[in-house]
């Protein structure tokens, strides 16, 4: 259970258990005030009671079912919250869960939350007529951060034409000359609130011509595992921006690609490269920075899915006996630690499965190179000081697959 659950939970139960004190003492309190009366000698003292007790048991009553009431709201309150938070904590603490049943610790992942992107790319068109040796200049300002795409899409027979783009500080960040009807070019890195100049030159001949700047697609995808987005123009890329919650491995790739369209998937400042083909890139990020996820248009224009996997957090089995785990990608990391051993034996019951398994110390140092393990094998590491902490890291080769290991 993670911090925020615990949290949650403190909340929940103990709304319940406040809410069930004041129930009890409203019930003792309504019981009292129906047994109060006072013995007394005159008709008049007793009639005068009986009319004081009358209106002692009114207010009772009525104080009884205020505070009933105010109980119950406060117990559907506790379970409301309860329900919400755990659903806030689902999207912005995404967390692979833990089991335990005895001594027992079983790892899963949590089910994908998705999200949709609907929106098209913003398109910004613009025409104009120049003569040989006139510019025409269009300034406008970036909405999102990214590549963009610059096409002349219809000029007039004859016309050649130059093009660059300046930013605010007038530096050239791009140029090309002799651009034909059709010509597209694609001008990187454009950030977002930066004002940029596209200056057109003719060079030859004269007529109007019609520009095209296509802005990129960027999405924030920290709390989402599976991304349904498109593309629909030629020389693409659709941005994704992903803050690592902690250090670790992680695998970005693409499904629901139609066989006639090619697209490509990259990391291009992770902290390690360790797999990657045009529609998975597996790679080593670091916890709290945020990277930029390119999805870029090779051929066809196609619906996708990008799907997340994420590092695993570390599980301390310190006092389990028996771990049930999993791969759900390929070159996945999952990692256990414990403290206070000399030495530590893992009997592993992996399958089909093959992994490496290795230890490090609690600075990422490697104690002892990766064993690779199949099927049924023990794997030992002794000599370790009793005072230190360590992990265990298993590593897949061999893709998707379960496993297991006991601990002597």
């Not at 409203?26 to 008709?43: A, E, N, P, W």
């Not at 609690?362 to 005072?387: C, H, S, W």
């Amino acid at each position: 259970m993670n911090s925020v659950e615990k949290i949650i939970n403190t909340f929940s139960y103990g709304g319940l258990f406040l809410t069930a004190a004041a129930l009890v003492v409203s019930v003792i309190c309504f019981i009292l005030f129906l047994r109060s009366r006072t013995d007394l000698s005159t008709k008049e003292e007793i009639l005068a009671d009986e009319m004081d007790d009358h209106r002692k048991k009114r207010k009772a009553f009525i104080a009884f079912l205020v505070i009933t009431a105010l109980s119950a709201g406060l117990t559907a309150s506790a379970f409301l919250v309860k329900s919400a938070a755990s659903s806030f904590s689902y999207v912005f603490f995404p967390m692979y869960s833990t089991t335990r049943s005895g001594d027992t610790l079983s790892v899963s992942t949590l089910t994908e939350y998705e999200t949709e992107v609907t929106a098209a790319p913003n398109v910004i068109t613009e025409k104009a007529t120049l003569s040989v040796g006139e510019t025409w200049e269009y300034t406008f300002t970036a909405k999102a951060k990214g590549d963009y795409l610059l096409s002349i899409i219809d000029m007039a027979d004859g016309l050649k034409l130059d093009v660059t783009i300046r930013d605010k500080k007038g530096v050239e960040i791009y140029a090309e000359s002799d651009v034909r009807n059709y010509g597209v070019a694609v001008v990187e890195d454009m950030e977002k609130g930066q004002r940029y100049t596209v200056a057109v030159t003719a060079t030859k001949g004269s007529g109007r011509f019609e520009i095209e700047i296509i802005e990129p697609k960027s999405f924030d995808i920290k709390h989402y595992t599976a991304i349904k987005d498109s593309i629909e123009h030629t020389d693409q890329c659709n941005l994704y921006y992903y803050t690592a919650p902690w250090d670790g491995v992680y695998s970005f790739f693409l499904t629901d690609v139609d066989y006639r369209c090619d697209i490509s998937v990259s990391v291009p400042d992770a902290t390690e490269l360790l797999y990657e083909d045009e529609e998975t890139a597996t790679v080593r990020l670091t916890g709290g920075t945020t990277y930029a996820v390119r999805v870029e248009q090779q051929k066809g224009y196609c619906q996708y899915t990008l799907n997340v996997m994420r590092q695993k957090d570390t599980v301390d089995i310190g006092k389990i006996k028996t771990v049930n785990d999993s791969f759900e990608f390929c070159c996945q990391h999952n990692r256990y630690s414990f403290s206070g051993r000399t030495e530590i034996e893992l009997n592993f019951q992996a399958g089909d499965t093959r992994a490496t398994v290795m230890l490090m110390d609690e600075k990422g140092n490697i104690v002892y190179e990766g064993i690779t393990v199949g099927g049924d094998q023990r794997v030992a590491f002794p000599d370790l000081e009793k005072n230190n902490t360590y992990l265990i890291v298993v590593a897949s080769q061999s893709g998707e697959g379960e496993y297991s290991f006991s601990i002597e």
